[in-house]
Every structure is written in C-alpha cells, then in structure tokens.
C-alpha cells in the first residue's frame, strides 16, 4: 500500500449519496469534494441497480484514478472489484470482514464500521486497515439505521484499545468535527455537510481545514 492510499494519512472522507445532493450526480459531487481537498471518495447507493453502480463507479474510478485520490466502494465487494476500486468499505451486517480480506486480497484497502471495542478488536484480526466509527453524532437523515449517536466517548474507547486509523462517521460538520479530530480520530466521513452543501467544493475545504487542524 502507498503512502497516498494510507488510511492513516486521510483527513476528510467524503461518501457521496444521490438522496442527499440535491440532484447532482456521483461524479458532479466527487469532482467538487476532490477540488476542495477530499482526501478519499467512497460511492455510497443503497438504491441503485447493480449495472446502474457499476456505471457510477467506473466514472469514479476514472476520475479519482486521474486525481490520485483513493477510490473506496460501500458494501459492494463485486462492484469495487469489477472496477479496481482502491478497496471496499462493510458493516458488521455485510461480508464478514475475514472473507472481504481474502477475496480482496493484501493488496487493497479493507475498511469496517464498528462501535465497540470487541468489534475494533475483531476487525483488526480479521485484516481491516481502517475503523468506521460512529455514528458519533446524530445524522441528517442520510443513514436512518445506524442506530443511536453514541458521542466521542466511543472514538476515545477504541482508540485506547486499538492500533488502527479511526475514520469516525455519523453528523460531523464544521461545528463538531474538531471535537472528534481532538477525541483519536484520524480523519472524519462527511455525507450530508459537504453533499447537501451549496457548494461543496468550499465545504470540503473548510473541513479539511479543520481536520487538519488549519482553520475553524
């Protein structure tokens, strides 16, 4: 794995989801995140058919290829394979984090949402490079089953017993993302501030800023 795709050095993750961007296409918001210093894009439809997501994620692939920005597909380990996606992103409901590994192989980057210790624990064995943790804060309305916000207690938790980079997810904005920057966390996913933004090019700048710990 290059430096350039290391989970560790991500500050700003940026998910794209067709529900929240106000009618712009994967491709319109991953080109103005990536303008404003997204440091990752993941493609994100629960909705989609699987020939419509394939479509999406080859102009994404071709696009974050061009930009030299990791390219990570949610859920989907067929669609991030079919495409040479970067790696791929699962819950704790999708492919069990051991079996994603051996099919992605060594390789690619494996990412894995948890919310307590046994389950950071559990995905670090089983060949995670990164930890999606969260929610954090209480989203709007782009993840409706991700349960109760559980606040920065659960960054702090995790990052004490666990080696991995913390990518914590769920709410951030620029109001709060410093408070899970100051928590452990190695970078924040945005859906909803930086896609339902009127400009999303000058929101992911400002909290890529933040992240980085450059401005407020």
């Given at each position: 794995m290059t430096d350039r795709i290391s989970p560790g050095l991500w500050r700003l993750h940026v998910l794209t989801d067709r529900?929240?961007?106000r009618g712009r296409s994967h491709l319109q918001v991953a080109q103005a995140a990536i303008a404003g210093g997204a440091d990752v894009i993941q493609l994100r439809d629960k909705d989609a058919s699987s020939g419509g997501l394939y479509r999406e994620a080859l102009q994404l692939r071709t696009l974050t290829r061009e930009a030299k920005v990791p390219f990570i597909v949610n859920d989907r380990l067929d669609i991030a394979l079919a495409v040479d996606a970067d790696g791929v992103h699962v819950g704790q409901s999708d492919l069990p984090?051991?079996?994603a590994r051996k099919i992605l192989g060594p390789g690619k980057i494996l990412g894995v949402s948890v919310v307590t210790v046994e389950e950071a624990l559990r995905a670090e064995k089983d060949g995670a490079d990164?930890?999606?943790?969260?929610?954090?804060?209480?989203?709007?309305?782009?993840k409706p089953d991700t349960g109760e916000p559980m606040g920065v207690d659960c960054i702090t938790r995790i990052r004490r017993h666990c080696r991995l980079p913390i990518v914590a997810i769920g709410g951030i904005n620029a109001?709060?993302?410093?408070k899970v920057r100051d928590?452990?966390?190695d970078a924040a996913a945005v859906i909803s501030a930086i896609?339902?933004?009127?400009d999303i090019e000058q929101a992911a700048s400002r909290l890529?800023?933040?992240?980085?710990?450059?401005?407020?």
């Open positions: 529900k929240a961007s984090a051991s079996v990164y930890l999606g943790v969260g929610p954090v804060f209480e989203a709007r309305g782009t109001d709060n993302a410093r928590a452990g966390a896609v339902s933004a009127d890529k800023r933040i992240l980085e710990g450059t401005g407020q």
